[in-house]
């Protein structure tokens, strides 16, 4: 795995000099921005003297500025966008290339609905999209990872007074983050699946595990001797041998430290013999601040650091051991 | 008898019913735990021929090893249908784990693809062995819970339900390995 001077060498031989280029770029970008809204506050201020001179209601200055500032904004956006793309076409491949010479990334692809789907984790979505599909093999094992937008939508019919009828449509967030799988090093049949606990954490121990042995939706509850573990998950399995063998007592702890180390509420399956993880995430960690300097080796240091934490997954969870017959 | 006393009935019955088929539910869950254990047990007793075999043509001179293993073979094929004792099940793992271990001196044998593929299988059933042993335990654990908690202890008291020992390892299997 890379160390911090690892980094701080692959930064300052391989991509100083692209972050250099990318930082004059988003300077000139946003040095253009700042003279088209200078532009168009001058126009919308000539504009409103103008009206006023030819005694045009002083209404029409609302549009005109709201133009103005739509214009802005698109204008904005498509150098946010340029910016975007020439970061994820320079850096990113740079960096995962450095992280590990066996992944490859693909800005505009993402991880397949069936793939999704075939986790068991999330209901199917009727909208599915993603973006910075990271995928390849890591020494011994297949990966894949990208950002992951599921949403599923519901309808709602309201009947007002008059009888008239309106149909709403609302849409709802399934998952929205990380949507991680891997080869698992070992064979198995069946499903299991590691849940983050929350009925035990409100009920406590008894009543929560009470309540959970009632939820038949997601198979046999599957009672676990790590007791940190149970702390954090609650697991679910079509058969309780094939999820212990999955879960050993070494595999539990590395899962206890990894949801620690990724600091939030991760989920993940055991299916068709690899594992799936999603973590949740707002935080986009391929999207490069537009509005901040970007050849900071800080800066760029967040982007190595959450690549490095995904596909650190594989050594964390020790996919790479292959003593058994897979 | 008036609603009350047929209600009270009832709700007695029927928890007695509840009650009876949660505990006859957990000694079965048990007896099915077990069935898994000898099942995966066999299965690592059926490797023992393929690793003979391989053995053997590798290390053909090494005979007080691959006769131990041999003899244990023939002594213990009668007794696999009635059950392996832990003791006889802790010999033919000795016996086994003797040949792999003197396998690490013969290079030609460890870099062979059938005893690559055996160490594999001997890795994947120890571990659903230990596996299989796990929910042996928690099956174990779930019916001593039904009958030493009331008001399933009344019910075991009656049906003569008994507490089940869990799997557990002798003093000498709990004392840390040295590696010579």
Not at chain 2, 94 to 101: L, R
């Amino acid at each position: 795995m890379k160390t911090v001077s690892d980094f701080q060498a692959f930064y300052s031989n391989e991509i100083r000099e692209t972050m250099r280029s990318l930082e004059r770029y988003r300077k000139g970008a946003l040095f253009c921005l700042l003279k088209t809204g200078i532009l168009l506050a001058f126009m919308c201020v000539a504009l409103g003297i103008y009206f006023r001179v030819r005694t045009v209601p002083g209404a029409w200055n609302f549009p005109v500025v709201i133009l103005a500032l739509i214009i802005w904004a698109v204008y904005c956006d498509r150098h946010r966008k340029t910016f975007t793309h020439r970061f994820k076409a320079l850096v990113i491949p740079e960096m995962i290339r450095f992280i590990h010479p066996g992944l490859f990334y693909l800005p505009d692809s993402y991880t397949g609905i069936d793939e999704f789907k075939g986790s068991g984790l999330f209901r199917s979505p009727d909208s599915y999209t993603g973006k910075d599909h990271v995928f390849g093999c890591m020494d011994r094992t297949n990966i894949s990872f990208s950002i992951v937008d599921a949403q599923y939508r519901t309808e709602e019919t309201h009947t007002d007074n008059d009888g008239n009828t309106r149909t709403e449509e609302r849409w709802h967030i399934i998952f929205r983050g990380i949507f991680f799988s891997a080869d698992f090093n070992k064979w198995f049949t069946g499903y299991t699946c590691v849940l983050p606990d929350r009925t035990k954490k409100i009920f406590g121990y008894t009543i929560g595990s009470f309540f959970q042995s009632m939820s038949r939706s997601r198979g046999q509850l599957i009672k676990l001797e790590d007791p940190e573990f149970n702390g954090h998950f609650v697991v679910y399995g079509s058969d309780q041998v094939t999820a212990r063998y999955i879960l050993t007592p070494g595999l539990m702890k590395r899962l206890v430290d990894l949801r620690q180390k990724i600091g939030c509420r991760i989920s993940l399956s055991f299916s068709g013999t690899r594992v799936y993880i999603a973590i949740p995430t707002r935080y986009d960690i391929f999207e490069p601040r537009f509005f901040r300097k970007i050849n900071d080796p800080k800066v760029v240091f967040t982007y190595f650091y959450y690549l490095h934490l995904i596909t650190g997954i594989v050594e964390d969870l020790n996919l790479n051991t292959r003593i058994w017959n897979k | 008898m008036d609603f009350t006393s047929l209600l009270i009935s009832s709700i007695s019955i029927l928890a007695i019913i509840i009650m009876v088929n949660i505990l006859i539910s957990r000694k079965n869950r048990v007896d099915m735990a077990y069935a898994t254990v000898d099942a995966m047990l066999k299965k690592r007793y059926d490797l023992i021929p393929n690793l003979l075999t391989v053995a053997q043509k590798y290390m053909g001179h090494e005979k007080l090893v691959l006769s131990t293993l041999t003899s244990l073979r023939t002594r213990h094929a009668c007794m696999l249908n009635d059950g392996m004792s832990m003791a006889e099940d802790k010999e033919i793992l000795q016996a086994m784990k003797g040949i792999m271990a003197v396998a690490e001196s013969y290079p030609a044998l460890r870099a062979s693809e059938n005893f690559l593929h055996l160490q594999g299988s001997l890795n994947e059933v120890e571990e659903q062995i230990s596996a299989a042993r796990r929910a042996y335990n928690a099956a174990v654990t779930d019916y001593n819970n039904a009958i030493e908690m009331l008001p399933l202890s009344l019910m075991a008291w009656i049906m003569n339900y008994r507490r089940k020992p869990i799997f557990e390892i002798t003093e000498d299997e709990r004392r840390p390995v040295v590696l010579l």
